[in-house]
């Protein structure tokens, strides 16, 4: 159950970003690089700035644990 609401997600993610999900995927797993237009455009659907994909934070860390 849990992995196909994942998939689910991640297609829903891909649509938004006009994107394949496998292609998603492979920058998820770091198989592929993102450009910048991919950079801001992940960064306006989640509302954040877009150094916040970057950059390491406890706050990141309590919410991975």
Do not use: H
């Amino acid at each position: 159950f849990l992995l196909n609401r994942s998939s689910d997600l991640q297609a829903i993610f891909a649509e938004k970003l006009n994107m394949d999900v496998r292609y998603l995927s492979d920058i998820e797993r770091g198989k592929k690089n993102m450009t910048l237009k991919t950079i801001y455009k992940i960064s306006s659907i989640l509302n954040i700035n877009p150094i916040e994909l970057f950059v390491y934070t406890r706050a990141n860390q309590e919410i991975n644990d």
